[in-house]
């Protein structure tokens, strides 16, 4: 049985097609103004990539922000379930789960079965995901991939006091007018957002095994700025960004077979 899951993001829209429970095609690209669009594009992409046609896919499940825009989906899922049943499959022992992307942060606590026990999201403030990151590269005229790099060249512990991702730029450029040092300014703005994922975290119970997906889980001193708060080890799969989405092809098998 052939069917496919969609995460339509903030930023980026990624498709998942599978088949008898393996992932055989899956594309990604930003959303862009018309998410319908991109969505379609996307899945478009990800069934060449399988070498599957629309007529061959039993059932397609949409997640995300913006989920409801996804035309080619017959229905939805919660990212809270897409994120447990994909890190179900991609990691098994995982109890507790970080889906950090471009504007929105979840801690995601499940159980051995993949069902989720509890979840906590921040979707009001983009100090709690990676949107929160880019603003501080721009004003720090670097690119968040090189973030991670800077956040190990770091030599001094400085805090971030500013929650509100505003305030927290003018924090940032009072900092480099004083001649901090950008590797130390880097590590303060990833220690602030990690601080904010850690307080979701302990909100819904840090349960081993712990992993990280979505686009943040890419950075590594976002990670490590965790796991030096909770003294835990974060797992991260391969192609983070896919997990929700191969949550909602899972999600989709499953409502085909209960037919």
Do not use: W
Not at 135 to 152: F, I, N, P, S, W
Not at 179 to 190: S, Y
């Amino acid at each position: 049985m052939i069917t496919a899951g969609i995460d339509s993001g903030a930023k980026n829209v990624k498709a998942v097609i599978m088949k008898d429970g393996r992932v055989v095609g899956k594309a990604m690209a930003p959303a862009g103004l018309d998410t319908k669009a991109a969505a379609e594009n996307v899945y478009n992409e990800a069934l060449k990539a399988a070498g599957a046609e629309k007529k061959d896919v039993r059932k397609v499940l949409a997640t995300g922000v913006g989920r409801k825009s996804c035309d080619c989906a017959q229905g939805e899922v919660t990212e809270a379930d897409a994120d447990a049943k994909g890190i179900r499959f991609v990691m098994p022992n995982v109890r507790t789960v970080i889906d950090v992307g471009a504007e929105e942060g979840r801690a995601v606590r499940i159980n051995q079965h993949g069902d989720v026990v509890d979840f906590v999201i921040n979707e009001k403030c983009a100090a709690g995901a990676g949107a929160f990151v880019e603003a501080m590269a721009r004003a720090l005229e670097t690119e968040v991939e090189k973030m991670g790099d800077l956040y190990d060249r770091s030599t001094k512990e400085i805090d971030m006091n500013a929650q509100c991702a505003v305030f927290a730029e003018s924090e940032l450029v009072s900092l480099i007018h004083s001649q901090t040092a950008k590797a130390d300014i880097a590590r303060a703005v990833l220690n602030a957002i990690g601080d904010r994922i850690v307080s979701m975290m302990r909100r819904v119970g840090v349960e081993k095994d712990v992993a990280a997906i979505g686009g943040m889980a890419l950075n590594g001193g976002f990670i490590k700025a965790i796991e030096r708060e909770l003294n835990i080890t974060i797992g991260v799969p391969a192609d983070p960004q896919y997990v929700s989405a191969i949550g909602a092809a899972i999600a989709a098998a499953e409502q085909r077979m209960e037919v």
